[in-house]
């Protein structure tokens, strides 16, 4: 397959915050039996979103890689009592996104047992929204092309080395557990996670290295396609570690010229690790929104965002705690807890029955 770096590596997803999900009638007035989970759930969910007292630290850091003469700015989520190293969540934000969003995960992930790390990548953060509007279709671009999308690689490899660097004074090189590290990302951040992750890309014919062998699973929640591709499974099919993917039926990312719906997030799946028979799980939600997945509130309905909310962290963690700490929870256990919610649930491979 001879496509260029620049048709593979932008992401096709450059209005995330401004695309909303095709209009269709909400949920609850489409499927009763959800709308009345729902109104049964929703209140408690909303309330197991809130941070757990004293169950978790967080700390902020901007490093410095000189290499790049590029920030990197990260927030580490910790739990505040625990012994010995501890698995690794590193987790890669959409779109205009920061390392400020994305906490309902960060919280749970540290408040389990995790270090979780949140990358801020500068040259697709949270900057994009400011300036003049005029400029906005034009930073957006900029965000999404293949420099970027590299230096989102880049970005994640660099943090790693600096948690786990051997170096006197770094104290988070004895916390972590290096042989447990899983990468996490939503929609442009979960194009970050596979290519880290082992999705096969090339420049001028030649197959660039990026995936980094220290990350043993991911999590790719509303993955998009990588731009102007067409056949993913070239690209996606030798990913050989665990990954579970999560996404909506009205996970839609509309713009101009464009849309991206859940027929992609299907065929993401499926091409991932086609050939290699890695385990891999599949959860879609019913309803919802593509920005669902981050900290705002209102994608998806006020009711149904904080259940599928709680509901992504479990599944994240239970995902998390079967493919690193091989623990013997069921994972097909959650899907029947929110059968009512979840229009697709499967796996291959045993490791996640």
């Not at 209009?23 to 809130?50: K, T, V």
């Not at 660099?158 to 447990?180: C, H, K, M, S």
């Amino acid at each position: 397959m001879q496509l260029t770096v620049r048709r593979r590596l932008t992401c096709a997803l450059l209005l995330v915050p401004l695309a909303g999900c095709m209009s269709s009638a909400p949920l609850a007035e489409r499927d009763a039996e959800a709308a009345a989970y729902i109104a049964q759930n929703s209140r408690e969910a909303s309330a197991a979103l809130a941070p757990v007292p004293d169950a978790f630290t967080t700390q902020t850091a901007e490093w410095q890689d000189p290499a790049r003469n590029r920030m990197v700015p990260v927030r580490i989520y910790r739990p505040a009592a625990s012994e010995g190293a501890l698995p690794l969540v590193v987790f890669s934000h959409g779109m205009g996104g920061s390392r400020e969003g994305y906490r309902y995960l960060g919280r749970h992930f540290a408040s389990n047992g995790f270090i979780a790390v949140h990358i801020q990548h500068v040259g697709s953060d949270r900057q994009v929204w400011t300036g003049n509007p005029l400029g906005l279709l034009s930073r957006l671009s900029g965000a999404a092309n293949e420099s970027e999308a590299l230096d989102r690689v880049a970005d994640v490899r660099f943090v790693l080395d600096q948690l786990l660097a051997r170096t006197e004074g770094n104290e988070w090189a004895p916390r972590i557990d290096a042989q447990r590290i899983l990468m996490a990302g939503h929609s442009y951040g979960a194009n970050t996670a596979m290519l880290v992750s082992g999705a096969r890309v090339e420049k001028e014919g030649r197959a660039l290295a990026l995936a980094d062998p220290r990350i043993r699973a991911a999590i790719l929640i509303s993955a998009p396609p990588f731009y102007g591709m067409r056949d993913s499974r070239g690209i996606l099919q030798d990913i050989a570690i665990p990954t579970l993917h999560i996404t909506s039926t009205d996970d839609d990312i509309t713009i101009p010229g464009y849309r991206s719906g859940i027929d992609d997030r299907i065929d993401v799946y499926q091409s991932t690790a086609a050939q290699s028979r890695a385990p891999k799980l599949l959860a879609v939600f019913k309803g919802g929104a593509h920005s669902m997945f981050t900290d705002r509130l209102a994608p998806g309905g006020p009711d149904l965002n904080p259940i599928v909310k709680t509901a992504t962290r479990d599944l994240a963690l239970q995902f998390a705690n079967r493919v690193l700490n091989r623990t013997p929870a069921t994972l097909a256990e959650w899907s029947k807890r929110h059968a009512p919610l979840v229009a697709r649930f499967e796996h291959v491979g045993e490791m996640l029955r």
